[in-house]
């Protein structure tokens, strides 16, 4: 496949290209080999709704850096892809796409609306599956799973039953957070506050048999409809004789206790609490403890229900709210009416304020589950990268609460319940039973919720192979290495995958934990639709290439910090990648003979350089750092280290000493470098690969050898003990230190690149001499010089500038060169800009609205900007006095 690189570099004639090449050759498939060390991957299985995002993006680059790296390193690397059935996130698309044709779930009856679901996943489902694959994730396609394929069903419904028979799993009544988009209860964790303006509703209770009453304060004045009793604190002397006494509940008139708890908060408001045991979790609490009576006022759509006055029923709760606060206000019942801001509970997926519900509801005891979970993280079996994450880990375990694990939805698996409706017998198995274990009846009745969506993917890292059917697969690649995910799912996810791990296969789940960053814009904001300031990361690898994107964002993905993320550091990979592809096309334009396993044999080389001796020292040097960077999970830091390594060291420096060689050398000299420059090349390649895998699939074809494989599959370089030179290394960054001085000062003294200079060094010591006459040709060459002069004792040249390198004094004589007056003359005019520009900076940071009201991303660039232009002109003003001293 090796053909000529083109002039410029096309992601777009390589990438699929590439892509499908592996495909063909099945480099991503993994199987079983003793004679390897496995490598597992599960990836987090995005929503079957879902669609590629950057967080995306960011996620699954790092998770195919690691798989693409071990692959190489020989490990029998396997990633498992799939996709979750997104239980809330899936019916929600379903019934609104049937409510557009009129048509409603429950018209249409359960088996029914599942054809629909299913009709829709296998048409707009799993579309995330093939974005991935243009961002070049190399997951073994072949075992792709999805959460309710039959296997994993199974495997559900069987850990459901085991730990029922546990006795891990039992049904209650319990206050639940329900969604009345949904009609289903979530999870706490599928609740999101959002801060919200509001008011604080203070209503008068009148006292029974009395003309006096008890104010009480509420964000929600419906909820009173529901109130059993209100609640003083037990030391609180105001109340004291009112204890054991009654209210009449205003709108309703039933008598309610006035008892006393140490639950309030005599401090706060009046001392006096409503409540409301079954919308509200504290006042559940108090209603247990005091037996009061639990009133349930809302319907699942959260329209009031029977158990309130005539004229609320079916009313909507914010439509009741209205009517109760007019009415007390008629009443003369409201005491006053303040303005409020306070955080209001929103389901995730329903986008609406949840409520408080008492609802019966399947719930798993996590009092023993949680045990091993916890010690495995404290006892560093698990690591989590970066650390402080197990602090929170530790929090949410140490405080969990039982799992509410029912929802009242469709699309899901069905809780594998039986109730025999002639004699009131349950079974619970994973078979569909035919006829009542008890009395033979086969009028059975299956309960028709479905599982918490979260208790189906806590199994993702064993249910993906044949579990719990012995499976050589399970053995061989279970637990699993490492797992890349958000820092919001590990309650959600991992803390539950640890718990199941042990519960299920007595092991952990996986050794290391990487959680990644949040993505925001330049200004701070998270992504969203609705900003308008999310990409679509397709667009972006049109623009830029998948390379470009991969590379780019994880240049910008420090560990345990958010990233701000603006298109001009995909111009910065971007050019990144040009210049990878230039310096390749270079150096294979150079390359007038055949590559033989010989000439990439370093112990065949001979009469090596200094350039030759140091780049490959760098190169060992690198080699080692990237290994360790990656083996720390620190992508951002390895891919400014390849940066560094290939602009800098290769591009920059050792591509520019060479060329003498290559064009003016002997046959000897040009294959010696041509030798040593495509053998770094080769490595770079290999390290490049898992952040630019196109690109560098497609160089590797010009400089591997004939019978060597694909880059996919070839090999980690290696360190080489005979490449370690600390001396010449020394040496070169010495001359480096020499050419960017003489660099540096044509640059500030405005000589035109086109113009020869004359070169004197007084040196600081034989050595440097020594280094100095031996570099002197590529000295020359990289600095334009063609007068040079190095001693121990010259003269410093009359109106010449100056630099100190390592105490050696370097003089570059001016006469003739510049115009002195016309130099100070542009100086000081670029001074007076620069003082204008800084003034209306430091304008800006003076102003107190600004520096408070903009956001911390604008006030922080303006910053930037302010010592940018400060010390710009300490070095116009300092280059300025040397001109006025020539």
Known sequence: MTQELSKRYDASLIEDKWYQHWLDQNYFHSEPDPEKEPYTIVIPPPNVTGILTLGHVLNNTMQDILIRWRRMQGREACWIPGTDHASIATETKVVNMLREQGITKHAIGRDEFLKHALEWKDKYGGIIIEQLKKLGASCDWERERFTMDDDYYQAVLHSFVELYNA?????????????????????????????????????RYPIKDSNDFLVVATTRPETMLGDSGVAVHPEDERYQHLIGKFVVLPLVGREIPIFADDYVDREFGTGCVKVTPSHDPNDWEMGQRHNLEFINIFNEDATLNEHVPGKFIGLDRFEAREVVIEQLKELNLMEKIEEHIHKVGYSERGNVPIEPYASEQWFMNMTELVKPALAAVRDDKIKFHPAHWTKTYEHWMTNIKDWCISRQLWWGHRIPVYTCQDCGEIMVQVEVPTVC???????????????????????????????????????YYYPTNDLVTGPDIIFFWVARMIMAGYEFKGDIPFENVYFTSIIRDSQGRKMSKSLGNSPDPLDLIKKYGADALRFGVMLIAPKGQDILFTEERLDVARNFMNKVWNASRFVLMNKDFDLTEEMINPEKWKDLELADRWILHRLNITIERVTKLLENFSFDETAR????FIWNDFCDWYIEMIKMRLYDGTTEQKQSAMSVAIYVLRDIMKMLHPYAPFMSEEIWQQVKLVNEPDLVVASWPRVSEIFRAPEEAKETEFLKKVITSVRTIRSEMNVPPSQSIKLVGRVHSAEQLAILKKTRLTI?????????????????????????????????PLEGLIDLEREIERLEQEINAMTGFLKAVEGKLANKNFVERAPEAVVAKERDKQDFYTQSLIKLREHLATMKAL
């Not at 274990?437 to 064993?462: M, R, Y």
């Open 167 to 203: 006795g891990y799993i039992y049904r209650g009544k319990r206050l639940v957070n329900w969604c009345p988009a949904t009609k289903s209860a979530i999870s706490d964790e599928e609740v999101i506050y959002q801060e919200r303006s509001s008011h604080l509703w203070h209503m």
């Open 437 to 475: 274990s008890k009395c033979n009846s086969s009028d059975l009745k299956q309960d028709e919720d479905v599982l918490d969506t979260w208790s189906s993917s806590w199994l993702w890292p064993f249910a993906v192979h044949q579990w719990p059917k012995e499976d050589q697969d399970l053995d």
């Open 641 to 644: 280290a390849l940066w560094d």
């Open 780 to 812: 020359a060459k990289l600095t334009r010089s063609e007068n040079i002069e190095f001693g121990l004792d010259v003269a410093k040249p009359d109106f010449s500038a100056s630099a100190m390198v390592e105490k050696m004094e370097l003089f570059i």
